[in-house]
C-alpha cells in the first residue's frame, strides 16, 4: 500500500485533519482557540480536584466540559495504522481528539517524561493533525503539566 493510500485511510478518522499540499508555518486561529479552551477547561478542572485521581477521571470530566462548550469531543478514539501494507484497526487510541483536528493526550503521573511528548507526536504525525496538548494532571500546579506539541 503505497503512502497516499495509508494517508487516506487516516483521514478517514479525522476528516477535518486532511492536510495540505503546502502547510501555513504558523497554526491557524481555530487549533489556537481550541488549544486555549483546552487550557481552561484543565486548569478549572484541577483547582477544583487536585492532583491524584486516574487519568481516566480527569479525561471523561474533561470531555464533559469542552461538550458543554460547544465542542464535538471523542473519547478514546480508536487510530489505525497502516504500515509497509500491515494494518493495525487500533494502532493507538488518541485520549481526547476535538472536532476532529486536535489530540489531547492525558496523563496522571508524578512527572512527565520525553516519551510522552514523543508519543503525541507520533499521534499528530499518524493522524496529519497540526497541534496537540500533553497534559498531566498529576503535577501540583497544572501549568507545570502542561506541554503544547505541533506538528
Do not use: W
Not at 477521571?57 to 478514546?76: A, I, M, N, Q, S
Not at 483536528?101 to 499528530?124: D, N
Not at 496529519?128 to 500546579?141: A, H, M, S, V, Y
Amino acid at each position: 500500500m503505497n503512502k497516499q493510500a495509508q494517508n487516506k485511510s487516516l483521514r478517514d478518522f479525522l476528516p477535518s485533519c486532511d492536510p495540505s499540499k503546502s502547510r501555513p508555518a504558523s497554526i491557524p486561529d481555530e487549533l489556537e482557540a481550541i488549544a486555549k479552551d483546552v487550557v481552561d477547561a484543565s486548569m478549572k478542572l484541577h483547582m477544583e480536584l487536585g492532583p491524584g485521581l486516574l487519568e481516566s477521571v480527569y479525561t471523561v470530566l474533561l470531555e464533559k466540559k469542552l461538550t458543554e462548550r460547544g465542542y464535538h469531543v471523542e473519547r478514546e478514539k480508536p487510530i489505525p495504522l497502516v504500515f509497509e501494507g500491515v494494518r493495525f484497526e487500533m494502532g493507538f487510541r488518541a485520549d481526547l481528539v476535538i472536532n476532529g483536528c486536535f489530540i489531547v493526550e492525558l496523563k496522571s503521573v508524578e512527572k512527565l517524561l520525553p516519551v510522552h511528548a514523543k508519543q503525541l507526536l507520533t499521534y499528530l504525525k499518524f493522524t496529519n493533525t497540526r497541534l496537540g496538548l500533553l497534559i498531566n494532571f498529576g503535577e501540583e500546579l497544572l501549568k507545570n503539566g502542561i506541554k503544547r506539541v505541533a506538528n
